[in-house]
């Protein structure tokens, strides 16, 4: 039942009142996408946001400066490439009548934003994405 969700805009709150009340935030805008990647829409400040789900619509890069936000104060995070990677297999089920082989598509496409980033970035974009996987 989703008669009890409620939904706010961040900017119109109390930024600490807002997450501290919330169980989900999503990022539905571009702050933070390439080439703007050092933008973020919340604070960096130490509250506890333990158990709730940050999720950001960006993909690329795949680990926003709101992702690392949200996982340094202890919250579960999704990539957008988990949007885009549904996305991608409800449009091909629409075009072709057929499921779209979701895993063998994500270790691709994870493989090739792997090889894209640095070596640095690496470890960190793994961890990110595929821990979120488990997490949810």
Do not use: C
Request: aromatic share 8%.
């Amino acid at each position: 039942n989703y008669m009890n969700i409620k939904i706010d805009e961040l900017h119109n709150l109390n930024e600490a009142e807002a997450l501290a009340k919330s169980k989900l935030v999503v990022n539905a805008t571009p702050v933070g996408m390439f080439p703007e990647v050092g933008e973020n829409i919340m604070r960096d400040d130490s509250t506890d946001l333990d158990g709730k789900i940050f999720f950001d619509l960006v993909y690329n890069p795949v680990l926003t400066q709101f992702l690392r936000t949200a996982r340094k104060r202890n919250a579960v995070i999704v990539s957008g490439l988990e949007m885009l990677y549904h996305q991608a297999a409800r449009a091909f089920e629409l075009w072709t009548g057929t499921a779209m082989p979701l895993d063998k598509v994500r270790e691709k496409l994870d493989r090739k934003f792997l090889e894209e980033s640095s070596p640095k970035t690496r470890k960190t974009r793994v961890k990110g994405t595929t821990a979120a996987r488990q997490q949810l």
